[in-house]
Protein backbone atom coordinates (compact mmCIF):
# COMPACT_ATOMS: atom_id res chain seq x y z
CA UNK A 1 0.00 0.00 0.00
CA UNK A 2 1.70 3.07 -1.21
CA UNK A 3 0.87 6.71 0.02
CA UNK A 4 -1.17 8.84 -3.26
CA UNK A 5 -0.79 12.43 -3.12
CA UNK A 6 -1.61 14.40 -6.74
CA UNK A 7 -2.19 17.66 -6.83
CA UNK A 8 -5.24 19.49 -8.67
CA UNK A 9 -5.33 20.74 -11.49
CA UNK A 10 -7.98 22.55 -13.90
CA UNK A 11 -9.83 19.08 -14.26
CA UNK A 12 -8.92 16.99 -11.75
CA UNK A 13 -9.35 16.84 -8.04
CA UNK A 14 -6.71 17.08 -5.31
CA UNK A 15 -6.55 13.49 -4.10
CA UNK A 16 -4.12 12.69 -0.82
CA UNK A 17 -4.69 9.03 0.27
CA UNK A 18 -2.86 8.35 3.36
CA UNK A 19 -3.28 4.76 4.33
CA UNK A 20 -0.83 4.38 7.03
CA UNK A 21 -2.37 7.96 8.89
CA UNK A 22 -6.15 6.28 7.31
CA UNK A 23 -7.14 9.58 5.45
CA UNK A 24 -8.47 9.70 1.92
CA UNK A 25 -9.16 13.33 1.09
CA UNK A 26 -10.49 14.10 -2.35
CA UNK A 27 -11.60 18.08 -3.32
CA UNK A 28 -11.89 20.53 -5.87
CA UNK A 29 -13.45 19.82 -9.25
CA UNK A 30 -13.25 16.39 -11.76
CA UNK A 31 -13.75 16.26 -15.27
CA UNK A 32 -10.69 14.14 -16.39
CA UNK A 33 -10.54 13.00 -19.81
CA UNK A 34 -10.44 9.45 -18.32
CA UNK A 35 -11.95 8.97 -15.16
CA UNK A 36 -11.45 5.23 -14.85
CA UNK A 37 -7.64 5.66 -14.86
CA UNK A 38 -7.69 8.82 -12.95
CA UNK A 39 -8.99 7.39 -9.70
CA UNK A 40 -7.43 3.63 -10.95
CA UNK A 41 -4.78 3.69 -8.68
CA UNK A 42 -6.96 5.27 -5.15
CA UNK A 43 -9.56 2.04 -5.98
CA UNK A 44 -6.77 -0.34 -6.04
CA UNK A 45 -4.99 0.46 -2.55
CA UNK A 46 -8.43 0.60 -1.20
CA UNK A 47 -8.00 -3.16 -2.05
CA UNK A 48 -5.02 -3.24 -0.24
CA UNK A 49 -6.41 -1.14 2.69
CA UNK A 50 -9.20 -4.01 3.40
CA UNK A 51 -7.03 -6.26 2.93
CA UNK A 52 -4.20 -4.72 5.91
CA UNK A 53 -4.95 -1.75 6.20
CA UNK A 54 -5.34 -0.18 10.03
CA UNK A 55 -8.63 -0.32 11.43
CA UNK A 56 -9.99 3.26 10.60
CA UNK A 57 -10.43 5.41 7.38
CA UNK A 58 -11.73 8.68 7.11
CA UNK A 59 -12.79 9.99 3.84
CA UNK A 60 -12.75 14.10 3.53
CA UNK A 61 -14.53 14.59 0.04
CA UNK A 62 -14.92 18.31 -1.15
CA UNK A 63 -15.92 18.18 -4.77
CA UNK A 64 -16.68 21.48 -6.83
CA UNK A 65 -18.00 19.71 -9.87
CA UNK A 66 -17.64 16.26 -11.02
CA UNK A 67 -18.36 14.67 -14.09
CA UNK A 68 -20.84 11.71 -15.15
CA UNK A 69 -17.76 9.02 -15.60
CA UNK A 70 -16.15 10.56 -12.45
CA UNK A 71 -19.53 10.01 -10.89
CA UNK A 72 -19.43 6.21 -11.76
CA UNK A 73 -15.84 6.28 -10.00
CA UNK A 74 -16.96 7.90 -7.04
CA UNK A 75 -19.42 4.79 -6.81
CA UNK A 76 -17.24 2.18 -6.85
CA UNK A 77 -14.93 4.19 -4.29
CA UNK A 78 -17.79 4.00 -2.35
CA UNK A 79 -18.89 0.35 -2.77
CA UNK A 80 -14.95 -0.66 -1.88
CA UNK A 81 -15.63 1.92 1.11
CA UNK A 82 -18.47 0.09 2.58
CA UNK A 83 -17.00 -3.59 2.05
CA UNK A 84 -13.93 -2.03 4.36
CA UNK A 85 -16.81 -1.13 6.90
CA UNK A 86 -18.56 -4.84 6.38
CA UNK A 87 -14.97 -6.27 7.09
CA UNK A 88 -15.10 -4.61 10.73
CA UNK A 89 -13.14 -1.87 9.64
CA UNK A 90 -14.59 2.04 10.97
CA UNK A 91 -15.01 4.18 7.84
CA UNK A 92 -16.25 7.77 8.67
CA UNK A 93 -17.33 9.90 5.40
CA UNK A 94 -17.20 13.61 6.01
CA UNK A 95 -19.05 15.31 2.31
CA UNK A 96 -18.23 18.84 2.23
CA UNK A 97 -20.81 21.17 0.31
CA UNK A 98 -20.30 24.70 -0.48
CA UNK A 99 -23.51 26.75 1.02
CA UNK A 100 -26.37 26.67 -1.01
CA UNK A 101 -25.04 24.04 -3.48
CA UNK A 102 -27.95 21.68 -3.22
CA UNK A 103 -27.09 19.55 -6.26
CA UNK A 104 -23.82 18.48 -4.42
CA UNK A 105 -25.36 17.65 -0.84
CA UNK A 106 -28.21 15.65 -2.63
CA UNK A 107 -25.38 14.10 -4.81
CA UNK A 108 -23.96 12.99 -1.41
CA UNK A 109 -27.38 11.77 0.20
CA UNK A 110 -27.95 9.51 -2.93
CA UNK A 111 -24.55 8.18 -2.37
CA UNK A 112 -25.22 7.40 1.08
CA UNK A 113 -28.82 5.74 0.49
CA UNK A 114 -27.47 3.65 -2.53
CA UNK A 115 -24.77 2.17 -0.34
CA UNK A 116 -26.07 2.41 2.78
CA UNK A 117 -23.31 4.19 4.27
CA UNK A 118 -23.59 6.93 6.53
CA UNK A 119 -22.23 9.78 5.68
CA UNK A 120 -21.10 12.93 7.29
CA UNK A 121 -22.76 16.25 5.73
CA UNK A 122 -20.97 19.47 6.30
CA UNK A 123 -21.66 22.86 4.65
CA UNK A 124 -18.72 24.90 3.95
CA UNK A 125 -19.08 28.94 2.98
CA UNK A 126 -17.97 30.07 0.13
Not at 80 to 85: C, F, R, T, V
Amino acid sequence: MEKIFIEPTRVTPLINFDPDEGILEMRGRSSPENSIQFFQAVIDNLDEFAKSGNGELTANLAFEYFNTSSSKCLFDIFKKLSKIEESGKTITINWFYEEGDDDMMEAGEDYSDLLDLNFNFLEIED
